[in-house]
């Protein structure tokens, strides 16, 4: 991306906290894996969102109608000597001149110079919460102008989450925002393909994931979570990601795996035969997973409020249900007891953009939130059978079927972002026996 959306952003927030306040934004912090082995860097997404800079140990400071300039970048001083085993460090020019910084200091006189900033502001936007260390400096910070009260320095009486305003903004996809999730939706829907045409009865899990993991690579993204690659009973395991199974004949196979582009994820499930055909059961149980799926999505339009699309994919899995003999009962009745959550224990979907688990409030007011266009969320219904469940015939057990795709609310309707990866049985079908 360019710089302009970055600016924009900036300016857009600036206006909202308006003159007299400002905001502080840390990027994450590096974190450890093992002894002195790090976890590969991913900057946090509202700083990047606003930033475009993605180097660890970094302070974005918004001070809007400051004469001497609005958006300050605290990073790291370039230093040659860990330049030669780290790589480029951007370092204070450069944000400056590429990052639309309107002034950089090294990230190490932080603490020297925020004060300064904080005097006169009213307001002082930060989230509490998300990093306890970060959290005590910001406290010091103000109490260091406070102390200065007598020489008539004012601090800012009110903390502000900024948390609000900004996952406001990115609930919203900007064109260039929805572009990037397109791309990256069809890169995963792809490498789902991919797993339909080698998986083989003898295989393992991790070598399923192995081919996600190619095909992330192959286009310079990483997962956007650990993907799931389930094999039979594993595929009733919502969280399972050991992927250390063999896949067996006859049994199903899971894989919820999305990459993540250019910092924004896609997330998909697909769930197929092992050996390429479906059993009756497995499939008179994925046909009603699919009419959940495409009742929901049918819901995803403007005007419609959020838990529509769960509305209407529970009434398809509930009526499914009953006809399978898994529940027996009233449809009204099961669906109000949510005695259903059974084998549909989680919702249809989630907001879906830099964080798999995307920011944004789901309720207004108390009230499910009205879609808009430009929302992007997944649309994910699903039955799940566990072995020696109490009262269903065997012949459903080890049944875990998930469909999941990623859409972004248009003026009508949605559009499906990952369409590519092959849904219906008899497309899986054939795919897999090419
Ligand atoms: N992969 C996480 C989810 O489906 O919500
Ligand atoms: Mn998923
Ligand atoms: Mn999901």
């Known amino acids: 991306m360019s710089n302009e959306p970055f600016a924009r952003r900036r300016a857009e927030l600036m206006n909202m906290v308006g003159e007299g306040a400002i905001a502080v934004l840390p990027t994450s912090p590096e974190r450890r894996r093992n002894r002195d082995v790090f976890h590969p860097y991913r900057p946090d997404s509202d700083f990047y969102y606003l930033t475009g800079f993605a180097e660890p140990e970094a302070v974005a400071v918004l001070v809007p109608g400051r004469e001497h300039g609005e958006y300050l970048l605290f990073c790291r001083e370039r230093d040659p000597k860990k330049e030669t085993w780290d790589g480029p460090i951007v370092g204070q020019d450069r944000a400056v001149s590429d990052y639309g910084a309107d002034d950089a200091f090294p990230i190490e006189d932080i603490d020297d110079i925020l004060p300064g900033l904080l005097e006169g502001r009213e307001k ?9 260390e970060f959290d005590h400096r910001v406290i010091s910070w103000v109490s260091h102008v406070r102390e200065r009260a007598r020489a008539g320095v004012r601090a800012p009486g009110e903390y502000v989450s900024l948390e609000h305003l900004l996952h406001e903004m990115r609930v919203i996809k900007e064109r260039d925002e929805v572009e990037i999730m397109r791309r990256a939706a069809q890169v995963s829907a792809r490498a789902h393909q991919r797993a339909m045409e080698v998986c083989r009865p003898g295989m393992a899990e991790y070598e399923i994931e192995a081919e996600f993991m190619a095909e992330f690579r192959r286009h310079n993204g990483w997962p956007a979570y650990p993907p799931i690659v389930g094999g039979g009973a594993n595929g009733c395991i919502l969280h399972y990601i050991a992927n250390d199974q063999p896949l067996r004949d006859g049994d199903l196979l899971l894989i919820d795996a999305g990459v993540e582009l250019d910092y924004y994820a896609s997330d998909i499930t697909r769930t197929f035969p ?15 997973v699919l009419a959940a799926q495409a009742a929901a999505i049918e819901a995803v339009t403007p005007g419609n409020h959020w838990d529509q699309p769960h509305q209407a ?3 398809v899995l509930v009526e499914g249900m009953l006809e399978l003999g898994l529940l027996t009962g009233d449809i009204d009745e099961i669906i109000e007891s949510g005695s259903y959550t059974r084998f549909f224990m989680h919702r249809t979907g989630h907001w879906l953009g830099m964080d798999v688990h995307d920011v944004g409030d789901y309720r207004v007011d108390g009230d499910w939130r009205i879609l808009e266009p430009g ?3 997944t649309v994910e219904p699903g039955l799940y059978i566990p072995a020696e469940s109490t009262g269903v015939d065997p012949r459903w057990w080890n049944i875990g079927i998930r469909i999941e795709d990623d859409v972004v609310v248009a003026r009508n309707g949605c559009e499906v972002l990952s369409e590519g990866a092959p849904k219906s049985p008899d497309d899986i079908e054939a795919v897999m026996a090419a």
């Open 274 to 288: 092992v050996n390429g055909r479906f059993t009756g059961e497995q499939r008179a149980v994925y046909d009603i």
């Open 313 to 315: 994919a529970t009434r």
């Open 124 to 132: 002082l936007y930060y989230t509490m919460g998300t990093d306890a």
């Open 375 to 377: 929302m992007a969320l």
